[in-house]
């Protein structure tokens, strides 16, 4: 999150009335990320999160902001987009729906698309613990399993036809060494896409993006008691995908030494094992992993280096460190078999 596009106090303020959610009261930029313009927005109702959105088109929106009102819908703790009662929701099937037709969760502030959704309770978890992995992996799950029946379908925009058109783009910005890597993974990548085994992973929906600072946790208060996942949000890289990608991001961050990039074998375990008791793998998932969490790294780094060498200007942008997501892949390439050690004690349950 960061702020790309600043936003007057007054024409926040008509938006949040306009959609029924009283006056408000205190609009505050939020500083982080690096995608969209976000702020704090606090009204008569409550507490929400407003985004203006920096590169996706207002074409691509509905699908992300449909998804969040579908799982929403279901049970799942994701912010739901507050829906302008002036504009009627689309009617029929959502895929015959045609792309410029009105959405009725997106709006537009500051001449950008923008979408105003509740804001969740709880805080992110930077440190985790075997815990707060087994919460995520299990609700990743949920998640996926929600969203089978969701109509709409939309790639993953920062899928592997993204990384053949940016890798071009980065190496000039790297040395030698990087560069060899960078390439050498691309090709492995291609070719996984393009295996039989690749073809048979299931797919739908994913978020693609669900690091440590986009799930929030809450506890009862009391020391020592679990914790409890309270939220998931900025669905914002989502798209159709392998459910495996997925949860091959979530094990690059939840389950690794931020400082070296190293597996760690206790939460990933938890992450893995909560995950399979409510979606076991199957056995093209699990003998893709090790390949997925390749892919996972090499996404995360290039997206890194693009932003890091060719980034925008924006008011209270920091733009993350590439070398952590050289460091992972590096790793994962080098310690194949590590997460299958993992996926031993879950296949002889």
């Not at 895929?95 to 959704?117: I, Q, R, S």
């Not at 799950?141 to 969203?147: C, D, F, K």
């Not at 085994?197 to 809450?218: E, I």
Request: proline fraction near 7%.
């Amino acid at each position: 999150m960061a702020v790309f596009t600043e936003v007057e106090f007054g024409e926040a303020d008509a938006l949040v009335q306009r959609l029924g959610m009283g006056a408000l009261r205190d609009l505050r930029g939020i500083e982080g990320g690096i995608e969209n313009t976000n702020y704090f927005a606090t009204t008569e109702s409550g507490e929400f999160v407003l985004t203006l959105f920096e590169r996706l088109s207002a074409e691509q929106l509905p699908y992300y902001l449909c998804l969040m009102k579908h799982l929403a819908a279901r049970g799942l703790p994701v912010p739901e987009p507050v829906a302008d009662p002036a504009v009627e929701a689309p009617k029929g099937h959502a895929l015959t729906v045609p792309a410029n037709a009105p959405c009725e969760l997106l709006h537009t502030v500051a001449g950008k698309p923008a979408a105003l959704v509740q804001r969740l309770s709880g805080h992110s978890e930077l440190a985790p613990t075997a815990a707060h992995c087994a919460e995520l992996g299990e609700m990743l799950a949920r998640m996926h399993i929600a969203a089978r029946d969701f109509p709409r379908i939309q790639p993953n925009l920062r899928g592997l036809a993204w990384w053949n058109e940016t890798v071009p783009v980065v190496l000039p910005y790297i040395d030698e060494s990087q560069a060899a890597l960078l390439r050498a993974e691309l090709a492995y990548q291609n070719h996984i896409a393009e295996s039989s085994a690749y073809a048979a992973l299931p797919r739908g929906p994913v978020h693609a993006d669900m690091f440590r600072d986009n799930v929030m946790f809450a506890t009862d208060g009391e020391p020592g008691s679990a914790p409890r996942l309270t939220g998931v949000f900025d669905f914002y890289f989502a798209g159709t995908d392998t459910w495996l990608f997925d949860l091959s991001v979530c094990l690059n961050d939840w389950a690794i030494d931020l400082a070296t990039g190293v597996h760690d074998a206790a939460r990933a375990d938890a992450l893995l094992s909560a995950y399979e008791t409510v979606r076991p793998l199957n056995a093209s998932e699990r003998a893709l992993l090790p390949a997925m969490l390749r892919a996972a790294a090499l996404r995360f780094w290039i997206s890194r280096l693009w932003d890091f060498y060719l980034p925008r200007e924006a008011s209270m942008l920091k733009p993350h460190d590439p070398t952590h997501f050289e460091r992972v892949l590096r790793w994962r390439a080098n310690h194949p078999h590590a997460m299958a050690q993992a996926l031993e004690p879950l296949m002889a349950a």
